[in-house]
């Protein structure tokens, strides 16, 4: 009796690891490790999106099933840490292969989950997050934070302030709502938002983020603003990656 108690969790396990294998293998080329970065402004994309400490939890059988079960009864649980950050470069990933307009929703979903899985397991935390930075959009068709820091700024990313870091961290979550263009409030609320994220991470002093607080919009935001920058141009084309090679 006690064997069969044992083998019903092993079997379980091993069909879950056996369903990841194959339908990874259904997702075709896998994307290119990044180079990583560390610089602040990809460090501060990791507190717009995450809620803990930047750090990537692989994810195997017995721990997705765990997922589920805590889904099933609390849904507000404390999710996998990188999970999300996964989920968004997987996402970028699908939407770049070709023909995956014809895959089903179904199936599309269990290829995303088993790429984030994959990732979890064979990248580093600061591989993932470079990935996420690289293949983002940051609203007026922008791809990836260097394009976003020039088109803003004018600037590379390792040259941005920290107000400024953090101002573009707020966007890929909705780029057109905290539009610095066209929704400015909102835009500093966000980037005061994820200020307050980066002092909860312990990344920045409290006198840091309060200096940082005080500034305002740069005036070339401001101006074209004013001028009309408004257009209908806020929403990222589907299906761009920089994560897709060259």
């Known amino acids: 009796m006690l064997v069969l108690l044992l083998l019903v969790p092993l079997v379980l396990l091993g069909s879950v690891e056996c369903l990841y294998r194959y339908t990874l293998s259904r997702v075709g080329e896998l994307p290119r490790v990044p180079v990583a970065r560390t610089d602040l402004a990809t460090r501060a994309l990791w507190a717009a999106t995450e809620e803990g400490p930047l750090q990537l939890e692989p994810r195997w059988p017995w721990t997705?099933?765990?997922?589920?079960?805590?889904?099933?009864?609390?849904?507000?649980?404390?999710?996998?840490?990188?999970?999300?950050?996964?989920?968004?470069?997987?996402?970028?990933?699908?939407?770049?292969?070709?023909?995956?307009?014809?895959?089903?929703?179904?199936?599309?979903?269990?290829?995303?989950?088993?790429?984030?899985?994959?990732?979890?397991?064979?990248?580093?935390?600061?591989?993932?997050?470079?990935?996420?930075?690289?293949?983002?959009?940051?609203?007026?068709?922008?791809?990836?934070?260097?394009?976003?820091?020039?088109?803003?700024?004018?600037?590379?990313?390792?040259?941005?302030?920290?107000?400024?870091?953090?101002?573009?961290?707020?966007?890929?979550?909705?780029?057109?709502?905290?539009?610095?263009?066209?929704?400015?409030?909102?835009?500093?609320?966000?980037?005061?938002?994820?200020?307050?994220r980066l002092q909860g991470l312990g990344w920045i002093s409290e006198a840091q983020g309060e200096e940082a607080r005080k500034q305002p919009l740069p005036p070339a935001i401001i101006a074209e603003e004013g001028a009309g920058a408004c257009a209908h141009d806020q929403n990222t084309p589907p299906g761009r990656s920089r994560l897709q090679g060259e």
């Open 64 to 196: 997705l099933v765990a997922e589920f079960a805590q889904v099933s009864w609390h849904p507000r649980h404390e999710r996998t840490a990188g999970s999300l950050t996964s989920w968004y470069v997987a996402r970028q990933w699908m939407t770049s292969r070709p023909g995956h307009e014809s895959t089903s929703m179904r199936n599309w979903h269990l290829r995303g989950l088993a790429l984030c899985m994959w990732i979890s397991r064979h990248w580093t935390v600061e591989e993932l997050l470079t990935a996420y930075a690289e293949g983002s959009g940051f609203g007026r068709n922008i791809i990836g934070l260097d394009a976003a820091a020039r088109r803003y700024f004018g600037k590379a990313p390792g040259q941005l302030a920290l107000h400024e870091a953090a101002l573009l961290a707020g966007l890929p979550q909705s780029p057109a709502r905290y539009d610095p263009f066209c929704q400015p409030e909102r835009a500093l609320q966000r980037r005061n938002v994820v200020l307050s």
